[in-house]
């Protein structure tokens, strides 16, 4: 039987699977039929030469800003991420429950990409930078709210709140009490904007359950996961053993070099790396997208494996997709190629501190479903 496609001699990275070597992958009608050696392939309507390069799953961000049109930080999914190589994403709480009906319709169902969402706990979601979300709890809509999960149980994936001490003011820790109640309510997760929290990590940590999403987890502006000591904090270290997820989100300003070089030093290290990607970031230097963040971090001296674990299998667990995130026969047949290409470029954190990137992984082609929705001219 002839294969639909076959992708040979690449570098196959899937920690799902345990494979980290150089393989050939075979598709038949948008799912992955097997892995061979190469050379043992079958004959294929397509072939897709992938000698030097790095095959993944295809990868999925965890954190994103996708609603184009509908709020001003918005992205294009399908035209901005698919050749980065991602071919999932979360949205985090671009919209809340007054809008997202909108968003599902314009965005969500007519993009190639596979997007989930967690809904903003204000009303109107993150429609500006220019002011803030209304995060007053008086006004958390909680009936929208569970009517919305009833309805879209496949998508939406969490509840999100900002808990940044410059937006919630007088409410202070109330407004992420505000959020567990409500999640508790609804049955899902809460998903947190940590970067300069109104308490010390070790006073508000205790109301992250397992699965929950601790975002800009090396974010350094006032109380960060580093104790008093430029530690780990032991209350952070619990909270991984109870099942807490710890996202990078890195974004241009939500990590420090100093943090995160201390965090990876102890080996804690990311169960998700993700951009916070929004119009402002796209395609600039200290974000551009996902492969120059996980760039980064093989930089910062984080494993191939699991950079790709990190935007692969990890993020596949929180969205519940035993068909994404991996390369297992009979797994959906997205898939990323890329070259890690020599180059000489500097990342600079929002202290200034720099780093220098000597090596940058250069998407090549993505497949979605087994069809090729991207490729290099001269791939």
């Known amino acids: 039987m002839m294969a639909n496609l076959v992708i040979r001699g690449g570098m196959v990275v899937d920690l799902a699977n345990g494979i980290e070597r150089r393989a050939s992958l075979i598709v038949e009608e948008g799912r992955i039929a097997g892995i061979c050696n190469d050379g043992a392939e079958p004959s294929a309507q397509q072939t897709i030469d992938a000698e030097g390069c790095i095959v993944t799953p295809g990868l999925i961000d965890t954190h994103l800003h996708m609603f184009h049109g509908g709020t001003e930080n918005g992205i294009v999914p399908d ?53 803030p979300e209304n995060l007053d709890p008086k ?22 709140t900002r808990i940044s001490k410059e937006l919630v003011g007088d409410f202070g820790i109330a407004v992420l009490e505000n959020a567990r109640s ?41 109380f960060s996961i580093l104790d008093e000591d430029g530690k780990v904090s032991l209350s952070v270290w619990e ?109 600079t954190d929002r202290e200034r501190n720099t780093l220098t990137l000597n090596k940058m992984l250069v998407p090549q082609c993505t497949v979605l479903g087994g069809k090729v929705v991207f490729r290099q001219f001269d791939f």
């Not at 958390?140 to 009833?150: G, I, S, V």
């Open 79 to 131: 035209t901005t991420l698919l050749p980065m190589g991602v071919t999932a994403g979360i949205d985090q709480g671009s919209a809340g429950s007054g809008n997202f009906q909108i968003f599902y319709d314009s965005i969500i169902a007519r993009s190639q990409v596979h997007i989930f969402a967690c809904l903003n706990i204000s009303t109107q979601g993150l429609i500006t930078s220019s002011y």
């Open 139 to 160: 006004f958390t809509n909680l009936a929208a709210m569970k009517r919305l999960f009833e309805k879209y149980p496949r998508t939406l994936r969490g509840i999100k």
């Open 182 to 222: 409500t999640a508790d309510a609804i049955g899902t997760r809460i998903s947190v904007h940590t970067t300069n929290p109104p308490l010390p990590v070790s006073e508000f940590i205790g109301l992250f359950n397992k699965g929950d999403i601790y975002s800009h987890t090396y974010q350094g502006k006032g």
């Open 239 to 347: 909270a991984r053993k109870r099942g807490v997820i710890f996202d990078s989100a890195d974004a241009r300003v939500h990590y420090l070099y100093p943090v995160v070089k201390q965090a990876l030093s102890e080996g804690f290290l990311p169960d998700t790396l993700s951009t916070d990607l929004v119009q402002g970031s796209l395609f600039q230097p200290g974000v551009f997208g996902l492969p120059r963040v996980m760039s980064k971090y093989l930089a910062l001296g984080l494993p191939l494996a699991e950079v790709v674990r990190a935007v692969t299998a990890g993020p596949a667990k929180i969205i519940g997709r035993s068909d994404l995130g991996n390369l297992g026969a009979g797994a959906a047949a997205d898939i990323a190629i890329f070259r890690l290409k020599d180059v000489k470029t500097e990342i």
